[in-house]
């Protein structure tokens, strides 16, 4: 079946069964590959994306309930205000290890600050606790989250 | 995940002809559930009917004492409803409690009670807030609808259309959640409504939500921790697994139990 699907402000149009889960559009036809398949079973966050600005897991979003809603992937979250600081962040704080999850723990932070400014520690642990990270980064990403919520800068307590 | 065909109704009618005529049918709410089931293959209908473009199924309605929910409505739209934090602010707080964020961005209250996992939350703010289920066909009482693990009053077919819920005058709802699945081990939701109080416990039973008939007589008398001194709930009918066994699961609704009524009692009356 034809689908329109608005992603990173694109209009694309694609061809597939309707049982397609979002995810392998996402990658296998559109070619964003920056989106990640962990689990598939909508246990592990890796596939996060934002739909309509909310975190969503990509691997269990049927294509067809995606409809007209506003998809954005990592590939275009840096172009964001808030995508921009966190993923500044990111690097500087040198989260990452394997790196795998990352996509979808930026999504899912990106989402956070953009509901809540300054997010206490309760906050991050609630709003992250939908990604896994096997290399255990947790403590590297709340302290991340914590400098973007400050605007990138390095005062005050990094967690 | 197994082949399956997708079909897209907009309105209940719609929804109730298709199943009605095709084979092998399972409603689409959120998906949180099901399609993970379906794509570890314990689940394979072969025709999906999507209820998220039907309207009619989403919304907040409040009215003096009754608050009530339609059956799309996402656990983030509750966790944010400004109607449902006045009315009944322990079911924002158990909306708030469910899942994670993605969980809540795209599952559904009606997906929720329709699947009535024995570890679930709504199920228990049902029971406690003496709910009416209502469907395309009737309206169904919650202490009716619940009908052991995963299964329910629904008939083959039939729609959760919206779930109205009895405003209490003071209510909580405690979860101790594995920290994992972030399902509770225990809930227990404690409602006072002018004519007694009842207490609902979900993530332990082994036939699922259930109610303690001999602490809700006690609170009926008197709303206060104290009422719950010497009361405790047996381990037999527990469920028991690797997480919690069944005499830890009995020990924990009693304590539980105490927390929820302690905030119960100091929530506004």
């Known amino acids: 079946?034809?689908?329109?699907?608005?992603?990173?402000?694109?209009?694309?149009?694609?061809?597939?069964?309707?049982?397609?889960?979002?995810?392998?559009?996402?990658?296998?036809?559109?070619?964003?590959?920056?989106?990640?398949?962990?689990?598939?079973?909508?246990?592990?966050?890796?596939?996060?994306?934002?739909?309509?600005?909310?975190?969503?897991?990509?691997?269990?979003?049927?294509?067809?309930?995606?409809?007209?809603?506003?998809?954005?992937?990592?590939?275009?979250?840096?172009?964001?205000?808030?995508?921009?600081?966190?993923?500044?962040?990111?690097?500087?704080?040198?989260?990452?290890?394997?790196?795998?999850?990352?996509?979808?723990?930026?999504?899912s932070a990106v989402a956070l600050l953009n509901a809540n400014a300054m997010p206490s520690d309760g906050d991050i642990d609630d709003a992250m606790s939908g990604n896994i990270c096997r290399c255990g980064t947790y403590p590297r990403i709340r302290a991340a989250i914590k400098k973007a919520a400050r605007g990138g800068s390095n005062t005050g307590n990094g967690g | 995940m197994y082949a399956f065909e997708y079909h897209r109704p907009t309105d209940v009618k719609q929804a109730a002809e298709l199943v009605a005529q095709l084979e092998e049918t399972k409603f689409l709410a959120g998906g949180q559930t099901l399609l993970p089931t379906m794509k570890m293959r314990l689940a394979a209908p072969a025709n999906l009917i999507d209820l998220g473009q039907v309207a009619e199924l989403r919304g907040i309605e409040?009215?003096?004492?009754?608050?009530?929910?339609?059956?799309?409505?996402?656990?983030?739209?509750?966790?944010?409803?400004?109607?449902?934090?006045?009315?009944?602010?322990?079911?924002?707080?158990?909306?708030?409690?469910?899942?994670?964020?993605?969980?809540?961005?795209?599952?559904?209250?009606?997906?929720?009670?329709?699947?009535?996992?024995?570890?679930?939350?709504?199920?228990?703010?049902?029971?406690?807030?003496?709910?009416?289920?209502?469907?395309?066909?009737?309206?169904?009482?919650?202490?009716?609808?619940?009908?052991?693990?995963?299964?329910?009053?629904?008939?083959?077919?039939?729609?959760?259309?919206?779930?109205?819920?009895?405003?209490?005058?003071?209510?909580?709802?405690?979860?101790?959640?594995?920290?994992?699945?972030?399902?509770?081990?225990v809930g227990v939701f404690v409602a006072k409504h002018a004519d007694g109080v009842r207490v609902a416990v979900t993530g332990s039973g082994a036939n699922g939500v259930f109610r303690v008939p001999e602490m809700e007589q006690a609170l009926s008398r008197n709303f206060a921790v104290a009422a719950l001194d010497g009361i405790s709930v047996p381990a037999e009918g527990m469920s028991s697994d690797i997480h919690a066994d069944a005499v830890y699961r009995a020990h924990l609704v009693g304590v539980i139990a105490r927390r929820a009524v302690q905030a119960a009692a100091s929530s506004r009356a």
């Open chain 1, 1 to 107: 079946m034809a689908y329109s699907l608005n992603v990173n402000g694109r209009i694309h149009s694609v061809d597939v069964d309707a049982d397609t889960p979002l995810l392998w559009v996402l990658r296998d036809v559109i070619g964003l590959t920056g989106t990640k398949f962990g689990c598939g079973v909508a246990q592990c966050g890796a596939c996060t994306i934002h739909l309509d600005g909310h975190a969503v897991r990509s691997c269990v979003t049927t294509i067809e309930s995606a409809g007209s809603s506003a998809i954005m992937t990592i590939e275009a979250i840096g172009s964001t205000p808030k995508g921009s600081v966190v993923q500044r962040a990111w690097l500087e704080e040198e989260v990452v290890q394997c790196g795998y999850c990352q996509s979808g723990q930026i999504m």
């Open chain 2, 62 to 185: 409040r009215s003096a004492d009754t608050l009530s929910i339609g059956a799309m409505t996402l656990h983030a739209e509750v966790a944010n409803s400004a109607d449902v934090r006045t009315a009944i602010p322990a079911l924002t707080e158990l909306a708030e409690l469910i899942g994670d964020p993605h969980v809540r961005n795209r599952g559904t209250i009606g997906g929720s009670v329709a699947n009535n996992d024995p570890a679930a939350d709504y199920p228990a703010a049902c029971l406690a807030l003496n709910a009416a289920i209502v469907t395309n066909k009737r309206t169904i009482a919650a202490d009716d609808f619940f009908q052991g693990i995963f299964a329910t009053a629904l008939d083959e077919g039939e729609i959760i259309t919206k779930i109205s819920f009895r405003v209490p005058s003071q209510a909580a709802y405690v979860k101790f959640r594995h920290p994992a699945s972030r399902y509770a081990l």
